[in-house]
Structures are given as structure tokens and as C-alpha cells.
């Protein structure tokens, strides 16, 4: 895939992606709502292990090795596919109830109030 491709990939793209790679291993039987639910907060969980005892990380992780950043993308992609995966299958537009989302957001919290 060119690399431009990659950085405008969309989350449909990935939920397209994400149910071919379930469908080609015969997975499609195991992703179910709860299941999907409980390996994101497995992967949640595996996210925080590479913060846990650190202390507060300065923005941009200036002080890490590559190696721990590429460890951090994985899992916060293993978090963000398996939210994308439960979204889909529960017939859910992920990126459109975000956008109303946000939208709800600002109402609630007026900037000039802040
Ligand atoms: N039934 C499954 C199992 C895995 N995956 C995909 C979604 C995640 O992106 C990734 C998770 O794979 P692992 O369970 O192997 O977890 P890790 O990659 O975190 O490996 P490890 O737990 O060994 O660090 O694979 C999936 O879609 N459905």
C-alpha cells in the first residue's frame, strides 16, 4: 500500500479491512459484541502497561527509545481496530456518531465559558 494511502485511510476503510481479515480466517463466529468489548479492554489494559511506573511522560516522548514508540502505536491501533470492529458490528457509523458527538460537545461546553 503507498504510503499515501495509508495516511488517508478512513475509518470504513479500516472496518472494510478489519471484516475481510475475520472473514478470511473464519473468525467472523468469535466477533461478537462482548467478545470485541473484552479484547479492547484487554488491549486497553496492555496500552497502560507502557505508561504504568513511568511517572508523567512529557508530549511528543521525547526521551523514548523508537522501539517503545513503535510498541505504543501497536497498541493504541490494537485498541482503535478493535473499536472499530465493535462499532461495525453493532451497526454503528463510527465516524458519524464522533462528528454529532463532537458537534453535542461544544454545545454543552461553549468555548467563551472556558
Ligand atoms: N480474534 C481476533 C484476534 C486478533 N485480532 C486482531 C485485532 C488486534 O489488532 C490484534 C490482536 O492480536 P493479539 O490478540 O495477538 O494481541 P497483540 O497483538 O497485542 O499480541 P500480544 O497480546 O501477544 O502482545 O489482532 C482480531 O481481529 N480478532
Known amino acids: 500500500m503507498q504510503e499515501r494511502e495509508v495516511m488517508d485511510i478512513s475509518l470504513k476503510d ?4 478489519l471484516e475481510e481479515f475475520a472473514k478470511a480466517r473464519d473468525w467472523e ?6 467478545n470485541l468489548l473484552l479484547a479492547m ?3 486497553v489494559g496492555e496500552l497502560s502497561e507502557i505508561f504504568q511506573w513511568r511517572g508523567e511522560v512529557d508530549k511528543g516522548l521525547p526521551n523514548w527509545e523508537e522501539s517503545e ?3 505504543l502505536g501497536e497498541e493504541l491501533s490494537d485498541v482503535l ?10 451497526g454503528i457509523d463510527l465516524g458519524d456518531a464522533a462528528s454529532k ?9 461553549p468555548p467563551k465559558l472556558f
Open 101 to 109: 458527538k463532537i458537534v453535542k460537545n461544544a454545545i454543552k461546553y
Open 29 to 34: 463466529k468469535y466477533h461478537s459484541p462482548r
Open 41 to 43: 479492554v484487554g488491549e
Open 14 to 17: 479500516l472496518s472494510k479491512k
Open 81 to 90: 481496530l478493535y473499536l472499530i470492529r465493535l462499532a461495525d458490528i453493532c
Open 69 to 71: 514508540k513503535e510498541h
